[in-house]
């Protein structure tokens, strides 16, 4: 994790990973346009009134290019695409809708603290069978007058958040490579 302090907010990157069965292409392809839906809401997010992501999807490919990630609540995150090398990484700005809220107080999209940026790289695993690693970053940052009360609970939220994507992304790549190793062998 990186730290910086830059006009008043406290600026750092947190970074997750995760290694999943599943060829590099099916990773990419459920990343950028990732349906989560179907996975449970952690309990505690509800508690801490963390919006339930529904699903996101690539409106325009390429830099400069969006795609738009769906909450429960109704608003929605409008991506705008800064790094685009298909299949290994994708970065973008969050840009949350005015009224994004999380922890039922904090606008995201002009509040104390902000997701500024987000970033995944994905790196084909060496041996036998296909895999593929996944890196999500995750840039935040916080007002520097909150930020000795609020680092280790945005950190913490972040990570939470940061696993939660990260199993359902498997999951669902997982599910894609059974599904297209099942209808390459019945052809």
Do not use: C
Request: proline content about 5%; hydrophobic content about 40%.
């Amino acid at each position: 994790m990186s730290e910086k302090k830059s006009t008043g907010r406290v600026v750092a990157t947190m970074y997750g990973s995760t290694t999943v069965a599943a060829p590099v292409e099916t990773v990419w392809d459920q990343i950028i346009n990732v349906d989560i839906h179907s996975f449970t809401h952690p309990r505690y997010f509800s508690w801490l009134g963390i919006p339930n992501p529904l699903r996101a999807e690539v409106i325009n490919s390429g830099v400069g290019g969006q795609r738009i990630a769906y909450f429960d609540t109704g608003k929605r995150f409008i991506q705008r695409i800064t790094v685009w090398r298909p299949p290994l990484e994708y970065a973008f700005s969050f840009n949350p809708e005015k009224g994004f809220k999380v922890a039922y107080l904090f606008d995201l999209s002009d509040g104390i603290v902000q997701i500024p940026t987000g970033s995944y790289l994905l790196t084909e695993t060496s041996g036998g069978t296909a895999g593929t690693t996944i890196r999500l970053g995750t840039e935040y940052s916080i007002d520097q007058r909150f930020e000795l009360v609020l680092r280790v609970p945005v950190k913490l939220a972040l990570r939470g958040f940061q696993r939660f994507l990260l199993t359902a992304i498997s999951k669902n790549s997982l599910d894609a490579a059974r599904t297209s190793s099942t209808t390459t062998r019945g052809a």
